[in-house]
């Protein structure tokens, strides 16, 4: 979990490198083993509970970087290169790879496993971390890099200068991921979306033609909207093209906020595009995010997979995940796009940060997400409360 709270850095030294020996590995294993499984509550298939690590098939041929703390791992992250890693049919699929059957596979890397422990979540070690990354992706010609990351972290991957591309898919083991792709050469699109990595590529060669093959490959990946290229009034105006009426009313999360409070609250959400059929969330799930829905239809199922229940159709305004959003509790019913969607991300981490520096605002927003959340229990209890009587008038119409 990359992104939390800022915090200054805390008064102990690092050291970032690659992971020298099959004992530095495991001590990252081990490592990932702890924010996955301990801190974050995640469920993984892979994960070994006797020897508490986290390892996969992508390991073996990784280079493993590290940060080093008074001897202890704080922050890990993991590279493969194409051309020394076999790669599965299922994640050629996912990435889509065929697509770039033109270029060399060591011009293509996958990045994963990145994570910060908690103490250190918001400090320079994860800004260190990526440039490290990034600096030896270079070095090795690599002029494409993919990962998968959570709808939470969406807007962190954009602001690196990472793009979609291909719709979304379900993980077994984590729930809806959002594949990316980040072209190494492209400065200019860096300087656009201001990334931390600009001012380190403008000094390598640069080039626009891995950008210009990009974007007569997917032509329609424009769709996926990076709000890094856009302004407050740009934004504002799309949203009001899609929910055909003022945000401020067609978002009840909004409501009594001005349209300056509202635009300087959005400036903190993301922008996701799902296609129809997208499974968003599952029972289960582990995440944090809240979703208001812009454009187009998601349903809502209960019930169990041998005998789903629709709950509930939402439309452009309304939101989903405002459970998990509140408490922090796994996710509760299953969500799917019956429509190409538009949907708004808020996160915890977003609304912490938005606390500091407007505080008024927020507290206007957490009180109508109050307001909503009365809302849909008084309905639950109607519908209880129906329910329970329709039951008792059948068991008086017996007698």
């Known amino acids: 979990m990359p992104t939390a709270e800022p915090i200054s850095d805390p008064p102990v030294s690092t050291e970032l490198r690659l992971a020298r020996s099959l004992a530095e ?213 799309i949203l009001e093209h899609n929910l055909h009426a003022d945000p401020t009313q067609g978002i009840p999360l909004l409501a009594g906020l001005s349209e300056a409070q509202a635009q300087a609250f959005l400036g903190s959400c993301s922008l996701l595009s799902c296609q129809a059929g997208e499974l968003i969330i599952r029972p289960g799930d582990v995440g944090d995010e809240l979703f208001v829905v812009l454009e187009g239809v998601v349903e809502i199922w209960g019930g169990s997979a041998a005998r789903p229940i629709s709950l509930a159709l939402l439309g452009p305004g309304e939101l989903f995940g405002e459970i998990a959003f509140v408490s922090r509790s796994p996710r509760t019913a299953r969500v799917q796009a019956n429509t190409e969607v538009k949907l708004l991300i808020l996160t915890q981490a977003l609304l912490n940060k938005a606390m500091k520096t407007m505080p008024e605002i927020v507290a206007r927003v957490l009180l109508n997400l109050s307001v909503v959340l009365c809302d849909r229990l008084r309905g639950s209890t109607q519908n209880w409360v129906n329910a329970v009587q329709a039951v008792e008038g059948q068991g008086h119409d017996r007698h």
Not at 149 to 161: D, I, K, N, T, V
Not at 184 to 197: C, G, H, I, K, L
Not at 225 to 237: A, G, P, Q
Request: proline content about 3%.
């Open 25 to 237: 590995r495991e001590a990252i294993y081990r490592f990932r083993y702890q924010i996955y499984v301990q801190e974050m509550g995640k469920h993984l298939s892979y994960a070994d509970s006797e020897r508490q690590i986290l390892y996969d098939e992508m390991d073996a041929d990784a280079d493993h970087f590290m940060v080093l703390a008074a001897g202890e791992v704080v922050a890990a992250a993991r590279l493969n290169q194409l051309g020394r890693t076999p790669l599965s049919d299922y994640w050629r699929q996912i990435y889509g790879l065929q697509h770039w059957q033109g270029f060399r596979p060591d011009c293509l890397s996958i990045s994963s496993r990145l994570m910060v422990a908690s103490a250190w979540r918001g400090s320079a070690v994860l800004a260190g971390l990526l440039l490290r990354l990034f600096e030896h992706a270079r070095a090795r010609g690599v002029r494409f890099n993919f990962l998968n990351c959570a709808p939470s972290l969406l807007g962190f991957y954009e602001q690196l200068g990472y793009r979609r591309y291909t719709q979304g898919f379900v993980d077994e083991d984590v729930g809806y991921r959002i594949p990316m792709v980040f072209i190494t050469e492209d400065a200019n699109y860096m300087r656009r979306v201001r990334s931390p990595f600009w001012r380190l590529a403008r000094k390598l060669p640069t080039s626009d033609a891995d950008s210009l093959w990009f974007e007569g490959c997917f032509p329609n990946h424009a769709t996926h909207l990076n709000k890094r290229l856009l302004d407050s009034e740009e934004f504002w105006d």
